[in-house]
């Protein structure tokens, strides 16, 4: 569960971004950033490789009010997505308490999305986490893209999510198609878990 803090009456909820590089996982924060302005309370850091990458993470705080008498804050973080980033990745899903999968739906992705999907239960195994156990949503971007360039949805699905069975958004995120209803299901999941862990 998030971390909390009992003397504040506060909760801090962490929601990781995972995927490959350039699959949009800094866009989706990017875009939420701008359409949520009123509702967040910090700035959005983001550290950037010479390559325009992410290297570290985005944090993206903001507060979703009260839940048994509890303030909640989620954050939000990206991992970078590339391969020799793998130690900073896992790194950032210590403590996750959800997980959004972003898998660029680019036919030439499709390899390195399988991968990036088994890294991860790789990187989670190593704090104890199960994938089949925490918040996860599934989100196939750059769907916007012409027809020829992507894979069809029930490839994505097969390849991705047939053991999973996570729920499942087709996205644009640099247009923000289907960006806020992910955030949203991974916010009701993930508070879904953890009010039923607070006493």
């Known amino acids: 569960m998030g971390f909390v803090n009992v003397k504040n009456k506060e909760v ?5 971004y995972y ?21 967040i309370k910090s700035k959005m850091v983001s550290l950037k490789t010479h390559g325009d990458r992410t290297l570290f ?30 130690a900073t990745r896992r790194i950032v899903l210590k403590g996750a308490d959800g997980i959004v999968f972003v898998a660029d739906a ?17 990187n989670l195994a190593t704090y104890d ?10 989100q196939y971007n750059k769907m916007d893209m012409d027809k020829d360039l992507i894979l069809p949805v029930d490839v994505l699905q097969r390849d991705l999510n ?7 958004f087709m996205a644009s995120a640099i247009n923000g198609g289907n960006v806020v209803v992910t955030l949203k299901k991974i916010i009701s999941l993930t508070m879904v878990s953890v009010q039923n862990e607070l006493l």
């Open 12 to 16: 801090q909820v962490k929601i990781v």
């Open 19 to 39: 995927g490959t590089g350039r699959g949009g996982k800094t866009t989706n924060l990017e875009f939420i950033n701008r359409n949520f302005q009123e509702r």
């Open 57 to 86: 993470f985005d944090f993206l705080p903001f507060d979703m009010g009260k839940i048994k008498g509890y303030d909640v804050k989620i954050q939000l973080y990206t991992v970078p997505g590339q391969v020799k980033y793998n």
């Open 106 to 122: 680019q036919k030439e992705q499709r390899a390195k999305n399988i991968d990036s999907l088994n890294q991860l239960f790789e």
């Open 129 to 138: 986490l199960d994938l089949y156990k925490l918040p996860f949503v599934m």
């Open 162 to 168: 047939s053991r999973i069975k996570a729920p499942a």
